[in-house]
């Protein structure tokens, strides 16, 4: 299956912001999320000139290095956006078509028969409620996500089936699924995120923060998923957020054609 940019539509508007683990701009029909599910980020990328900036990895991930992530901590006790932290693992594992259709079964009930995995795997780490996500697609070309504790299936979505409704825009290559931040055990956290990316795409990579070495994503069908274990460096505040991830997608010449640290829609002022 191609997603492609030629299939225009309403661009997504829904935008996830982390505020002490409630989710602003909730969209109708989406549930809310509790205090230890931390949503991240969630809309629409499309391409722009705007120029690469390093600290968020605008050169090719393949010449990308570990570098300190010089980003502001808080006081104590309060909010801790991007204390400096490191990716102590971003490699996730494949689940088997078995499980992967035992999951969606369970978080799609009756409708997870119109529905096929093309993207599922474990995370590299485990939270209490989540250990993997698998993504799925109809013979319309719509999505679902299901987040997985060993073969049972859970979606942020109600309905599950909500981010159907997505739409495309003129130029949009990145479409963003569900985001979130997740403690898992003291001192560590997995972050874990989904979506999908137009046929101008080969590559699709993350960056965390200001750290600007990028990990790859697990693609296929036109979805991508990725997930991180993550571990402040020094301890967090009660109401840690975590660095911000940041999707940088590329064309099969290895040029960058989206990079979400340059999105308008992801800055302040949106």
Excluded at 31 to 36: D, G, Y
Excluded at 140 to 158: E, F, L, P, R
Aim: charged share 15%; hydrophobic share 35%; proline share 9%.
């Amino acid at each position: 299956m191609k997603i492609g940019p030629e299939n225009n539509g309403t661009p997504s508007r829904r935008r996830w912001a982390i505020r002490w683990g409630v989710p602003l701009g909730v969209a109708t029909g989406v549930t809310a999320m509790s205090v230890a599910a931390v949503v991240v980020l969630g809309g629409s990328g499309s391409a722009g000139p705007g120029a690469a900036d390093p600290a968020h990895g605008g050169a090719d991930p393949a010449n990308s290095t570990p570098a300190p992530s010089p980003s502001a901590s808080s006081s104590p006790g309060g909010t801790s956006p991007e204390a400096d932290f490191t990716v102590t693992d971003a490699t996730t594992t494949p689940i088997d078509a078995g499980t992967a259709t035992r999951i969606l079964s369970s978080c799609l009930g009756a409708d997870a028969s119109r529905y096929h995995a093309v993207v599922a795997v474990r995370t590299p780490l485990a939270t209490e409620d989540w250990d993997g996500v698998v993504v799925a697609v109809d013979s319309a070309g719509q999505y679902v996500q299901c987040q997985s504790k060993g073969d049972k299936g859970t979606s942020q979505d109600s309905p599950p089936t909500f981010i159907n409704d997505r739409l495309w825009g003129t130029g949009r290559i990145v479409e963003y699924f569900d985001s979130m931040l997740m403690p898992a055990g003291e001192g560590k956290y997995l972050s874990l995120g989904a979506g999908h990316y137009s046929s101008d795409v080969a590559k699709i990579t993350v960056s965390y923060g200001e750290d600007p070495k990028q990990y790859p994503a697990r693609m296929a069908d036109g979805a991508f998923v990725y997930g991180a274990a993550l571990s402040p460096d020094t301890p967090p505040g009660p109401r840690y957020t975590g660095p911000s991830p940041y999707v940088h997608a590329y064309d099969a010449s290895g040029r960058e054609i989206y990079n979400q640290a340059e999105d308008p829609k992801f800055t302040d002022g949106q």
